[in-house]
C-alpha cells in the first residue's frame, strides 16, 4: 500500500472540498502551504511566517495575484503581462496562449484559479534569477451554455517556471514533456499556468 505525505492528504482534501462544495471554500485563490520550502542560495526558509516575509515570495503571490485579477476581469492584456517575454512551452509562444484565453473567456464565465505552493526553489540559469514552484491547482469556469461549474484543468505537483523580468515574476512555462502517444494537434498540458 501506497503512503501518502500529510502535505499531499491536505493538498487532495482540499482539492476535492473544493471541487465539491465550490471554490469558494478556499480563502485565498494563491496560497504557501505551512509545510512549504523554500531554497535560496543554498539555504532552506521554513515557516509560515518567514516564508510570507521573504521577499521572493512576496513577489511570486503578488504575480499570481495579478494574473487572478485579470481573470476575474477577463483583462487580457493584463493577464498577458503573467507570462515572460520569453515564453515557450512546448513550442507554444505567448501569441497561442492569448488564443487560448480567448476562447476560454468565449466559452466560460466566472473563470478562476487555485494555487497551492509546496516547494520554491530560486535558481540562476544563464545570468536570470528563475524560480521553480512546485504547485497543485486548477482552473475552473461556468459553463456559458450549461451554466454549470466546471473544471477546466487541473494539476497535481506540477512545477512552475518564473523568470524575473524587471520588478515582477513572470510565467516561463512547466515541467513535463507533452505524452509520447498525444495527437499532433493537442497541445501539451497546462499551458496556461
Known amino acids: 500500500m501506497r503512503r501518502y505525505g500529510k502535505v499531499n492528504v491536505r493538498i487532495g482534501l482540499g482539492l476535492v472540498l473544493s471541487l465539491v462544495l465550490g471554490v469558494e ?13 523554500l531554497q535560496v542560495e543554498g539555504k532552506k526558509v521554513t515557516g509560515q511566517s518567514g516564508l510570507l516575509r521573504h ?29 515572460a517575454s520569453t515564453y515557450d512551452y512546448h513550442g507554444l509562444k505567448a501569441g497561442d496562449v492569448r ?31 528563475r524560480v521553480e514552484v512546485t504547485c497543485t ?17 487541473s494539476w497535481f505537483r506540477e512545477v512552475h517556471y518564473l523568470v524575473k ?10 515541467a513535463g514533456e507533452v505524452p509520447a502517444g498525444a495527437p499532433f494537434s ?3 498540458h497546462h499551458p496556461l499556468f
Open 186 to 188: 493537442s497541445a501539451p
Open 137 to 153: 491547482g486548477g482552473l475552473y469556469g461556468t459553463d456559458e451554455r450549461t451554466g454549470k461549474r466546471l473544471t477546466l484543468d
Open 55 to 83: 521577499p521572493v515570495v512576496k513577489g511570486l503571490l503578488a504575480a499570481f495575484e495579478r494574473a487572478e485579477a485579470a481573470l476575474g476581469k477577463e483583462d487580457m492584456d493584463e493577464l498577458m503581462r503573467f507570462y
Open 25 to 37: 471554500v478556499v480563502s485565498a485563490k494563491v496560497q504557501v502551504l505551512p509545510e512549504t520550502v
Open 99 to 129: 488564443r487560448v484565453w480567448g476562447e476560454v473567456f468565449e466559452h466560460y464565465r466566472a473563470v478562476e484559479s487555485l494555487h497551492l505552493f509546496s516547494d520554491i526553489k530560486v535558481t540562476q540559469v544563464n545570468n536570470e534569477v
Open 165 to 174: 523580468e524587471g520588478d515582477a515574476w513572470r510565467f516561463l512555462g512547466n
